[in-house]
């Protein structure tokens, strides 16, 4: 498996994405609807960023998730009904499996595996499929993208030289149980209790008060200097690939 994307909460998606792209990255909106509730970044370790709008979902949505209607509809109806009025930045984190059709066969204590698909903004359709787990503090599972991820070869080529998600900060209550309820779930036997890793990205285990994601790491292949603070307000770090070793050029600390 492989990290395949973190859901990224904004206050403005339209403003967000000029946000990103002053600042070098490639931005696709989700749909060509003018009511688009979310965007994609893509990054050539085949991972992306997903903003979402809340403010642009149905109103009956938001409403249903805020009285826990949509919590009694099982478990990937829980996970939505959390995006829809969560106030963390960072939503929620997906994982890409090679063969999700056999991962759920041997999974257990999780949703069906349901079958999606959606138009892009040049109104190409694409499927995948995904599953959840019942616990909220896992990452949900996702497939391939057929027939492509992408919405154009190049998509993932950004001006900035940004490459790929390199690290995910995540605040845990207990890192031991953390560890040990994923490779429960996960079929994995990770040992170490501070991190691990997932495809090319580590996973790294704060111990926290209550769970989230605190911030996650790009790497990028320029050295950025004077970067704007605006990716702080995101919970965004780089870190610059020299020579195929990660070196953090440029820290911004989340506020």
């Known amino acids: 498996m492989k990290i395949d994307h973190v859901l990224l909460r904004v206050d403005n998606l ?4 000029n946000d990103f792209k002053d600042l070098g990255f490639r931005v696709y909106p989700g749909n060509s609807k003018k009511n688009c509730h979310h965007a994609m970044i893509y990054f050539k370790d085949g991972s992306f960023l997903e903003l979402i709008d809340q403010s642009m979902f149905p109103r009956v949505f938001r409403f249903l998730a805020r009285i826990k209607i949509l919590n009694l509809f099982g478990i990937i109806f829980k996970r939505f009904a959390h995006y829809c009025i969560s106030k963390e930045r960072f939503l929620d984190l997906a994982v890409l ?15 069906k595996l349901i ?6 903004h040049l109104n190409q359709i694409v499927n995948w499929k995904l599953f959840a787990f019942d616990k909220m503090h896992l990452p949900f599972v996702m497939s391939e993208y057929k027939p492509n991820r992408f919405p154009e070869n190049d998509a993932y080529i950004h001006k ?3 490459l790929g998600i390199k690290q995910i900060d995540i605040d845990v209550k207990d ?6 309820e994923y490779n429960t779930y ?4 990770f040992l170490n209790i501070e991190n691990f890793t997932i495809g090319n990205t580590t996973i790294l285990l704060n111990n926290s008060k209550k769970y989230g994601l605190k911030s996650i790491t ?3 292949n320029k050295t ?11 919970g965004i770090l780089l870190a610059e690939n020299i020579n195929s070793k990660n070196v953090i050029s440029e820290l911004i600390t989340t506020p």
């Open 175 to 180: 890192s031991k149980a953390y560890i040990e």
């Open 218 to 220: 790009l790497s990028t």
């Open 186 to 189: 996960f079929k994995t036997k």
């Open 115 to 120: 079958k999606m698909t959606r138009k892009n």
């Open 14 to 17: 339209e403003n967000t994405m």
């Open 160 to 162: 900035n030289g940004v």
């Open 97 to 111: 499996s090679d063969d999700i059709d056999s991962f759920h066969k041997l999974s257990e204590k999780k949703s």
């Open 224 to 234: 950025l200097i004077d970067i704007d603070n605006k990716l702080s307000h995101y």
